[in-house]
């Protein structure tokens, strides 16, 4: 089993004070701590600045992905949803001239190191068909230009053979699929360096799925195989009691009513069952109506009452659809990818990259 090394993710609040001019973004440390918080009115409406597309692409080529089914609890899966898109950094191919040296020759040409470290995404869209992992494409692609591994998970979903419980064990069982991933078909993988990150649906899943040895034992999911060593959540339901609250209507599909079904939110809202040894990173816009930000903020006061470490991370005037690179002229994306790779930098084994 592979276990989390607990450190103090500074990497949250620097990737947001570097673009804090051009994102908008407040970092929330503690509730009523007199820092701007989402339960303040929502800022009026702000032109960002887009950000330079060299902060999204980084120098490794980018190739197509292969897509491996991975096995589920039972024995019986999909093969349309039970899979992953497997994205592998490669290093770049250094031109020959004629005369026997190499084209435009740069003393800091990447190469990559012995181990791989690897981000697991996992989509949103209210754990609902049509949401598909292939809108997590463009963050593949983008993170594995610069030097990690991609693991792009598809699950079973609302009106496809999924909602509790079925959602939840896809989860668990794609990410633990990892050891036959790197057994099988990529032994670089470093699976003592895996970052989960999720938007919306798949921010719920990716910090479930960190704290699932907090899980009673013997409940689904309850020994992992390979546990995160941090998670970034863009616009995750991370307090599901507080989403249905708020109206949310696809966690009330998900789970039923907190006083209905007390237990399927015992099992599944990431606020009832923390990690305090893995970092959350969570971002959330301001102006978000589908996910509201105090969701975040009170994850993360939990999560540090219990001794954990984590950022809440407010983008202001942002609302739930705004983390692709295309979208929103790039403003959003920076400041998520330099979370995500902060973190990945931050677990590397000592003489890594």
């Known amino acids: 089993m592979h276990f989390a090394r607990a450190r103090r993710p500074i990497i949250g609040a620097a990737a947001c004070l570097s673009v804090l001019i051009s994102t908008g973004c407040t970092v929330t ?56 898109d497997l994205y592998l950094p490669v290093a770049p191919v250094i031109q020959q001239n004629p005369s026997g040296g190499p084209l435009g020759a740069h003393p800091t040409i990447p190469t990559l190191p012995a181990q791989v470290p690897v981000v697991v995404l996992l989509h949103g869209g209210g754990w609902r068909t049509p949401s598909a992992a292939a809108s997590m494409s463009e963050m593949a692609r983008s ?62 899943l990716a910090v479930w799925a960190s704290a699932r040895s907090m899980l009673t034992p013997g409940a689904m999911g309850s020994v992992p195989a390979v546990t995160p060593a941090a998670v970034v959540s863009m616009g995750g339901v991370l307090d599901m009691r507080r989403a249905v609250a708020d109206g949310n209507v696809n966690t009330r599909l998900f789970l039923g009513l907190p006083d209905e079904f007390p237990q399927q939110f015992a099992v599944a809202d990431p606020i009832q069952n923390i990690n305090p040894k893995v970092p959350v ?67 590397r084994p000592r003489g890594g990259r």
């Open 143 to 204: 993170l594995v230009s610069h030097g990690v591994a991609v693991w792009n998970v598809e699950y079973r979903r609302i009106g496809a053979g999924g909602g509790y419980p079925i959602t939840l064990t896809d989860t668990a069982a794609a990410i633990d699929f990892l050891q036959t991933v790197k057994a099988q078909h990529a032994p670089n993988l470093d699976l003592d360096n895996v970052v989960v990150a999720g938007h919306s649906a798949g921010g719920q």
């Open 281 to 347: 990173t969570c971002f959330n816009g301001t102006s978000d109506r589908i996910v509201r930000p105090e969701g975040c903020e009170s994850f993360t006061a939990a999560l540090k009452a219990k001794g954990g470490h984590g950022q809440a991370l407010l983008l202001q005037g942002a609302g739930h659809n705004v983390y692709l690179p295309s979208q929103a002229q790039n403003r959003y994306w920076p400041v998520v990818q330099k979370s995500i790779l902060g973190y990945t930098d931050e677990f």
């Open 29 to 84: 440390d503690q509730v009523g701590s007199g820092i701007p918080s989402s339960s303040a009115p929502a800022t009026a409406p702000v032109s960002y600045p887009p950000m330079s597309t060299s902060t999204i692409v980084g120098r490794f080529p980018v190739v197509q992905p292969q897509r491996i089914p991975y096995a589920v609890p039972g024995g019986i899966a999909d093969p349309a949803q039970n899979y992953g």
